[in-house]
């Protein structure tokens, strides 16, 4: 059969969804392929095909043991012969799957990573393997948002397999870099991409509010309508779920910490929408399949762009218009500072956790299309999506480019040693001692601010990161350098603007005056 008519009489669907044939007829022609598709995109289907028309087994890799059974019933359902291996078997069991295999009653095998580091890795390679899918390949990079270290060994594992087979890569977030990571190691030369714009999403950033006044303002809103509330702790989890019940909205909690009894229960009540709303943490979600998710609220920020975008991209599975919406307070970005510093990390790796933050703080600070600066992250174009926050704001654009100038010389003048707390205190005038025994009150620039606050300073020393005109280098204490858009400022050939609200005048006129 044809892999049209696979689709068709195993599958149930007319036609292929974009990337689909082309990842299928790389395989098909021995080309290892990786694929990037968003989320729901349907990236099964290009390895399950493939492996209904090669002969012996596909063997799937995939970090989620909970998923596995699924997804082999699922296969099994449609009488696709398909079994997992891992930890949760038995010893006899495992030795009984791996025979079915060898013998040719399965097709595809489900395996975790750790699986090939272990023992059985000789087990594996007594199998006629003639393809690998490589599920949420990015886990592979370091580079990534969600790297393990039991992917590592994965890339002289695969080569090692006497069976030299076909591999495919598959994930749903993979920026460029992650992109070539994930090809330089596991040897692959083709890349099946299809778009990751998302046009019922709207993105919003909501900046500087008080996040419980905001969620309880929101849920009334939209009430009765299903959303998914990410916050950074289970205690978060916790309260914020105690707080919205107290309301009186429908609400359920997922978290690491919770039994494996109610976090089933949870989610079932969540997807049955019993409860519509869902609080969690970050471990909630992946494999989720919910289709009339209209929001997805981030009342902290999440470490990096990918895993934002993965998270957001929960909402409007339907296709139906669905807000993603991150509650930004600079002081979540401190938070995630220290958890990264606390974490036992190397310093090179700790250096990557910071830098995919420092993203986050940019796209909560662009005055760019949303969507667009999504898309450009992942190294896509499209054009402003007119649904955004950023698109949808009307505020007049002010000329800032005197300001700029002030900021921008003053960290020429710092010597590009510094971080914006001081750049700020400088700049503000502050008598604060380090300042002092630095000698910085010596600079010219030092208090030509002084009429704004040391957090307006902040907040535009953001603003101008975010628009590239400063670079914030380094890790947990980044160093503000001036980039050579800012030396265009500096030198007088370029302008800034920047969209603010109208301050309310003082006073307002006498009305005997008139
Ligand atoms: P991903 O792994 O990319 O998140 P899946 O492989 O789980 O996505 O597919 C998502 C959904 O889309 C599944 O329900 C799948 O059956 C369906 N699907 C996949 N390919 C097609 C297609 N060609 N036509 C219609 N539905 C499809």
Redesign the pocket.
């Known amino acids: 059969m044809t892999p049209q008519e696979l ?1 068709k009489s195993k ?1 149930g ?5 974009p990337g ?1 044939e082309t990842a299928i007829n790389d395989i098909l022609a021995h080309q290892n392929v990786l694929t990037i ?10 390895y ?1 095909i493939p492996a209904l028309m090669l002969d012996g087994v596909t063997l799937v890799i995939s970090p989620l043991i909970a998923l596995m059974k699924d997804q082999v019933d699922a296969l099994n359902e449609t009488g696709i012969p398909a079994t997992f291996v891992n930890s949760t078997l038995m010893f006899d069991e495992i030795n009984d799957r791996f025979e079915q295999a060898k013998n040719g009653e399965i097709k595809l095998l489900y395996v975790s990573p750790e699986r090939l580091d272990s023992g059985a890795f000789s087990q594996l390679a007594a199998l006629p393997i003639k393809l690998v899918a490589v ?1 949420e390949a990015h886990c592979i990079s370091q580079w990534g948002h969600d790297f393990r270290p039991s992917y590592l060994a994965l890339t002289t594992h695969l080569h090692q397999l006497p069976s030299k087979p076909t591999i495919i890569a ?1 994930t ?1 977030t993979a920026t460029p870099r992650v992109a070539e990571d994930i090809k330089e190691r596991l040897g692959i030369s083709q890349e099946v991409k299809t778009g990751f714009e998302r046009d019922n999403l709207a993105f919003k950033v909501v900046k500087d509010q008080d996040s419980d006044t905001y969620l309880l303002d929101y849920l009334k809103l939209n009430s009765g309508q299903s959303g998914i509330i990410y916050a950074s702790t289970r205690k978060e989890v916790e309260r914020l779920t105690g707080l919205l019940k107290r309301h009186h909205v429908a609400v359920t909690m997922y978290h690491g910490g919770l039994s494996r009894e109610e976090r089933r229960q949870n989610q079932e009540d969540f997807l049955y929408d019993r409860a519509p709303v869902m609080v969690a943490t970050n471990a909630f979600g992946m494999g989720i ?1 919910k289709s009339n998710v209209r929001f997805v609220i981030h009342d902290a920020v999440p470490g990096s762009l990918e895993a934002y975008y993965q998270e957001a991209g929960r909402a409007g599975r339907d296709g139906l218009p669905s807000e993603a919406i991150l509650l930004f307070k600079i002081a979540d970005v401190q938070t995630q500072h220290f958890f990264i510093e606390q974490s036992d990390r190397d310093e090179q790796s700790k250096q990557r956790e910071y830098e995919k933050l420092q993203m986050m703080v940019q796209y909560a600070n662009t005055e760019q299309c949303l969507q667009q600066f999504i898309l450009h992250y992942f190294g896509e174009t499209g054009p402003t999506c007119g649904r955004c926050s950023n698109c949808l704001d009307t505020r007049e654009s002010q000329d800032i480019t005197v300001d700029t100038q002030k900021v921008l010389s003053c960290v020429y003048r710092m010597n590009e040693r510094f971080g914006k707390t001081l750049v700020a205190q400088v700049l503000a005038g502050s008598k604060d001692q380090r300042i002092r025994q630095l000698h910085f009150e010596a600079l010219s620039t030092y208090g030509i601010m002084k009429k704004q606050s040391k957090r307006e300073i902040v907040e535009l020393i953001d603003y101008l990161t975010a628009a590239g005109y400063l670079m914030a280098d380094g890790g947990q204490y980044p160093v503000l350098k001036v980039t050579p858009l800012g030396a265009a400022v500096l030198k007088g050939t370029r302008k800034v603007s920047r969209k603010m609200a109208v301050k309310a005048t003082k006073s307002l006129p006498v009305n005997d005056e008139l």
Do not use: E, N, V
């Open positions: 689709l599958f669907y007319d036609q292929f969804r689909q598709m968003p989320t729901g995109g349907g990236k099964s289907i290009c399950q599920d598959l749903a399949d």
